[in-house]
């Protein structure tokens, strides 16, 4: 499976990791996929805006487990805001790219006990080298200077998702101030394609920084009660 044929929630899952260490890094894995998974399936097509929340196109199928899997669960669902869909049940999501990516060689299951008894998997990656070459390239399109508007969808839409998730091997704190600008234009560029998409991106950037500021908002509570 070549980088060009990775979903965008699969290269986000990958970029997730650390390649020095094999091991993942990201902090909110898990809404960034969901959130690339939503943005992927409208950027084909696949889903558009009903007052609001998202709704498959009729027959809609990629081929991919993962994106399927969430077009039957929307459908299936009653109706929700795309920012309450960033965050309903994401893991359903990160799990199937993960066993994508276990099938595909990107990634090692291997199978562990937690405190000697329960029996757990803990997944290391395969392929460093080919993953630090994606975080390269992408680090590269949030500080080249080719103009946005020459910048693939995909591409932009990837930069915007990490730097709203806080994916720090793509967007850097310091970057994140720095390069505001560039990650604006980015975000602009993915809705390129038309006001529905640029609509759903915009949303989908706002719930899943909302989101992302509630999972840490929860972590510091407990670890101050504790």
């Not at 809609?60 to 669902?77: K, N, P, Q, V, Y």
């Not at 199937?96 to 199978?111: F, H, L, P």
């Not at 234009?185 to 920084?209: D, S």
């Amino acid at each position: 499976m070549p980088n060009g044929s990775l979903s965008l929630a699969a290269s986000l899952y990958l970029l997730s990791y650390d390649p020095e260490t094999g091991r993942p890094a990201g902090a909110h894995t898990a809404l960034l996929v969901r959130a690339a998974a939503l943005t992927e399936l409208v950027q084909r097509g696949m889903l558009t805006d009903t007052d609001g929340s998202p709704c498959p196109v009729a027959d809609a199928a990629t081929g991919d487990r993962a994106l399927d899997g969430l077009l039957e669960l929307i459908g299936e669902s009653r109706p929700r805001s795309w920012q309450i869909w960033v965050g309903h049940q994401p893991r359903l999501t990160e799990h199937a790219v993960r066993d994508q990516m276990v099938a595909a060689g990107y990634v090692r299951a291997k199978g562990r006990r937690v405190l000697g008894l329960f029996p757990a998997k803990e997944y290391t990656l395969e392929r460093p080298d080919q993953v630090a070459g994606m975080r390269d390239d992408a680090v590269r399109v949030l500080h080249g200077e080719e103009p946005a508007a020459e910048v693939s969808e995909r591409d932009a839409a990837l930069v915007t998702l990490a730097a709203a998730g806080e994916l720090r091997a793509v967007v850097t704190a310091t970057d994140a101030k720095v390069r505001k600008h560039r990650i604006l234009e980015l975000g602009e560029r993915c809705g390129g394609m038309g006001p529905v998409l640029e609509k759903v991106i915009a949303q989908v950037r706002t719930a899943l920084a909302a989101a992302v500021a509630t999972a840490m908002l929860a972590a510091t509570t407990t670890a101050t009660a504790t």
